[in-house]
């Protein structure tokens, strides 16, 4: 049972969902949205606020003027999209704090949550103090 709970407790530190994310945000806690897609995605639709390095361009230069004090959290279209374990594993690899966001964008607006861009979606907002 020991090996479990330990599972569970690791599994809690590495990964977050939309509504944990959310609450996160609302109450300013130091974490930043990390949509790890190709550029043409983020523009079409992102979660708000979020920033934009697509996994194949991160480097140590790419990301040389990220804040290694917040936490980053690491998203992309969703289930069937592996780009945000490939971000999390190049950030953590880079030295910084990070976390991936279960069901990336789609869970995101599935659990009624806006998004910005081009083709944004509505949803429940948060107040943002960035």
Known sequence: MKKQIKFYENKLNYELDSSDLYEAFEKNVNYIALDT??????????????????????????TKNLDKTKTYVC????IGCNASTKGALKMTKLG????????????????????????PTKGFEFECAC
């Not at 998203?75 to 969703?78: A, K, L, T």
């Not at 910084?96 to 083709?119: M, R």
Request: glycine content about 12%.
């Open 75 to 78: 998203y992309c279209d969703g």
């Open 96 to 119: 910084f704090k990070v976390k991936e966001l279960i069901g990336g964008i789609e869970w995101w607006k599935f659990d009624g949550y806006a998004t910005s861009g081009t083709k």
């Open 37 to 62: 897609r190709q550029k043409f995605g983020f523009d079409k639709e992102h979660i708000p606020t979020a920033i934009n390095i697509p996994h194949r361009e991160m480097t140590k230069e790419s």
